[in-house]
């Protein structure tokens, strides 16, 4: 099970997310940085590696 936690971004924030599929995983998260944090993909590729970073298996 891979995990994920906005506030381990920096983000204040209580989103998290927990996913069997990281790809799933990923687009969950995706969704969320766009409706929540004003965030259009395709994000920018140090963005995409704190998120990587953070995803907890
Ligand atoms: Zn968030």
Request: glycine letters at 2%; a positive charge; proline letters at 4%.
């Amino acid at each position: 099970m891979s995990s994920f936690k906005c506030k381990d971004i920096g983000m204040k924030c209580k989103f998290e997310v927990k996913d069997e599929n990281q790809d799933e995983l990923m687009s969950v998260i995706a969704l969320h940085a766009e409706k929540t944090h004003n965030m259009k993909a395709p994000f920018p590729a140090d963005m995409m590696d704190k998120v990587k970073k953070a995803i907890r298996k």
